[in-house]
């Protein structure tokens, strides 16, 4: 991968997890990377020099994140290759007692964040006629989840807000995809791989017999950010280690 993307500008959202893994790949690839993330995690990859800059911002405001991405794109020279959608919550209810406002909350960072930030970076990509639109929907966007209503409402919608933009940004050759990952060992299922039984019975369906690391997230985040995806468009790929075709 050394060298596919040299000299391309690229925003991710988040840099723990699975943003982490992504980073690390484009990074690899030859990308400069602005990331944006609440807390400190995004200046801690500037700092392993993984990052070029890092900017913080709730993502659950649309001032904070609307600011963020333009103070990111100056920093990037005013040029968007590649945007990766990938920060996320989770909140976990039964449903009969599931908040509005944590309904709220999930909804905004993990649907409407994405669909704000991918129609600002659309706006660049259009006068550049090019670009990379990457988003992260999940297993989750295939079938329901346990106590997830919200965040299984929110990854449904990030697949079809996926298709829906690779459709209208085609002509300007734009491309959106988004990657779903499996079961992976992050900080947001830590309640789930604390729960042995429910962990030992995921592990079954999992052909590759292990849950996914950040890492895993890497290669095909660079495939679908560089010239050797550029016919396809609108795809939702899996990377589970076969999980959801088992």
């Known amino acids: 991968m050394e060298g596919l993307l040299k000299g391309k500008k690229a925003i991710v959202t988040g840099a723990r997890g699975l943003a982490r893994g992504m980073v690390q790949g484009l990074f690899d690839a030859g990308a400069q990377i602005a990331v944006i993330s609440r807390g400190a995690s995004g200046q801690a990859l500037v700092e392993e020099g993984i990052a070029a800059h890092a900017f913080c911002a709730d993502l659950q405001s649309r001032q904070q994140r609307g600011e963020a991405f333009e103070a990111a794109l100056e920093a990037l020279g005013g040029r968007l290759d590649i945007l990766v959608n990938c920060a996320g919550v989770q909140s976990r209810h039964e449903i009969e007692a599931f908040p509005m406002d944590e309904w709220d909350r999930v909804l905004e960072v993990n ?136």
Not at 128 to 157: D, H, L, T, V
Not at 158 to 181: D, F, H, M, R, S
Not at 209 to 237: I, K, T
Request: aromatic letters at 8%.
């Open 111 to 246: 649907l409407n964040a994405v669909w704000d930030l991918s129609q600002r970076a659309a706006r660049v990509m259009i006068a550049q006629e090019s670009g990379k639109i990457i988003n992260i929907a999940s297993m989750i966007s295939f079938f329901g989840g346990i106590r997830i209503p919200a965040y299984a409402a929110s990854k449904g919608g990030v697949a079809q807000l996926t298709k829906a933009l690779a459709v209208g940004l085609a002509k300007y050759n734009i491309q959106v995809n988004a990657l779903a990952p499996g079961y992976m060992d992050t900080e947001m299922n830590t309640a789930l791989l604390q729960d042995s039984q429910r962990c030992a019975s995921i592990l079954s369906r999992i052909p590759a017999g292990r849950f996914g690391q950040p890492q895993d997230m890497a290669g095909p985040c660079v495939f679908l950010a560089s010239s050797l995806s550029d016919y396809v468009n609108g795809a939702v790929l899996p990377v589970d280690g076969a999980y959801l075709v088992c």
